[in-house]
Structures are given as C-alpha cells and as structure tokens.
C-alpha cells in the first residue's frame, strides 16, 4: 500500500507541475491509458511480433540498447532481461539471414556479436 501511496503522491506533483498522467479508475481499479503512453518496450514488443518483415526486424533491432532497466537492483527483472536480449538475439539473426546480400549485414553482425558474448 506505501508503494501506492508513494506512486499517487509522486502523480499528483507531476499534475501541480502542469504534466498530466493519463490515468484510467474503473470500478476500484486504478490503470494507465496506453492509448495515451508511447514505450519503446511496447514497440519492441510489436515489432517482434511481426519479425517476418525486415523493416520490423531493423526497427526493432535498433531500438534495443541493453539489458532492460540496466543496473536496477530489482530480481524480478532478470526474467524479463534474459527475455529481451534473446528476442533481440533471435532478431538480429532473422536480420543476417535476410541482410546477406546488402551492405548493411555488417551492422548486425556486429550487434549479435555484442549482445551474445559472454
């Protein structure tokens, strides 16, 4: 409940200082109006999904930069992590595939390698 508080708290200063969050209350329920949010994690999310066109591949691709929310010390991250680094992993390596003949192979090979070495 603090953390609530502390998030109700920290939205109303954003409000007094003129920046509104879109927030939805239904019922007892309290959510954010995505319709109104842009993130890049929701982004990558989409393009992944629809891997099969090199456009999205790149997009997506471009829009990983490191592991997810680096250097918070949060364990429930470290799922989510692993996840996006090998959804990029698998992105980058549709991207070589389709990339092979063009000039721009060399940029994602590069990538892969930094995201897959140890």
Known sequence: ??????????FKNL?????????ITQRGTLG?????????LWEFELLYHKRSEIEN?????DL??????AGAPYDWISPL??????ACAELLETLVQQCKETSQLN????KLKIITEP
Do not use: F, N
Request: hydrophobic letters at 35%; a negative charge; aromatic letters at 14%.
């Open 57 to 61: 591949c790149q997009r997506a691709a």
């Open 32 to 40: 954010l109006d995505t319709s109104q949010v842009y993130s890049d």
């Open 15 to 23: 409000r007094q200082q003129g920046i509104d969050i879109p927030l």
């Open 107 to 110: 940029i994602y090979q590069k």
């Open 81 to 86: 992590e692993a996840h996006y680094e090998l």
């Open 1 to 10: 409940m603090y953390c609530l508080y502390k998030t109700l708290e920290w």
């Open 64 to 69: 990983y930069v490191g592991p997810l929310l």
